[in-house]
């Protein structure tokens, strides 16, 4: 039973680019989190989602960040127009009903 | 905002039990009590969780008072690589969780 799975693990951008973030949950989980490190400081949460619906959008900046959980297929973190203050890691997490989440290895953001 | 509260850091050295202490002194009836760790630049790992009782699995031990006020992770031998930042974090099930700072815990050889 794999793991969650982040990729790519490693992404570097120039500015102004577009970014995709793919998280595939573990088989049998259907909510999906998203969280950002930035360099140094602590997880902060950006958005919660279930298969094709937002549950949770509270942390996500109102800008040039989406996210979406399709019927089939992975959980996107989409970043357009990336700046340099984007680069950080960014972890994805599913869980089950009654369970702890399971993260995965994160994808981390260079923006040059 | 966490609402959790943990010591910044603390030293333990190898071999010992490791205890670190956790305040939710405003956790609700339906909140359970959930421990993450970090190691450096890894994604964050569940550890053990509990509502009331105290729980045990391969990794550690959960303590938590009868007043639910506040709680004890154990790692029992700790070695060398259980440095890591410990989150004790309160949430409902299905609820998302917010990370505070921590307890960076250092394994001294």
Redesign the interface.
């Known amino acids: 039973n794999a793991g969650?799975m982040q990729n790519p693990r490693h992404l570097v951008r120039r500015r102004g680019q577009e970014a995709r973030l793919r998280c595939s949950p573990m088989k049998g989980h259907s909510?999906v989190?998203w969280?950002r490190q930035l360099p140094e400081e602590?997880?902060?949460?950006m958005v919660?989602l279930q298969k094709e619906n937002i549950i949770?959008e509270s942390g996500m900046p109102k800008e040039r960040f989406s996210a979406e959980f399709p019927k089939e297929g992975p959980s996107i973190l989409r970043i357009q127009q990336v700046v340099r203050g984007d680069s950080a890691?960014y972890?994805c997490?599913s869980?089950p009903?009654?369970e702890?989440?399971?993260?995965?290895?994160?994808t981390r953001l260079t923006v040059v | 905002d966490a609402k959790t509260t943990q010591p910044p850091s603390m030293d333990c050295a190898e071999g010992r039990a490791a205890n670190l202490p956790c305040n939710h002194s405003t956790i609700s009836g339906n909140e359970y009590v959930?421990w993450?760790r970090?190691i450096h630049?890894?994604?964050?790992?569940?550890i053990i969780?509990g509502l009331k009782n105290n729980e045990t699995n391969e990794m550690a031990s959960l303590i938590i008072t009868e007043d639910r006020k506040s709680s004890t992770l154990i790692l029992p031998h700790a070695t060398l690589r259980d440095t890591a930042v410990y989150y004790c974090i309160v949430r409902v099930?299905?609820d998302?969780?917010?990370?505070?700072?921590?307890t960076r815990l250092h394994i001294l050889p």
Not at chain 1, 100 to 106: A, I, L, M, V
Not at chain 2, 96 to 102: A, E, P, R, V, Y
């Open positions: 969650v909510h989190y969280y602590g997880l902060k949460f919660y949770d890691a972890f997490a869980s009903r009654r702890g989440y399971t993260f995965g290895s994160g | 959930y993450y970090q630049s890894q994604g964050p790992q569940y969780h099930i299905d998302k969780i917010i990370f505070g700072k921590g």
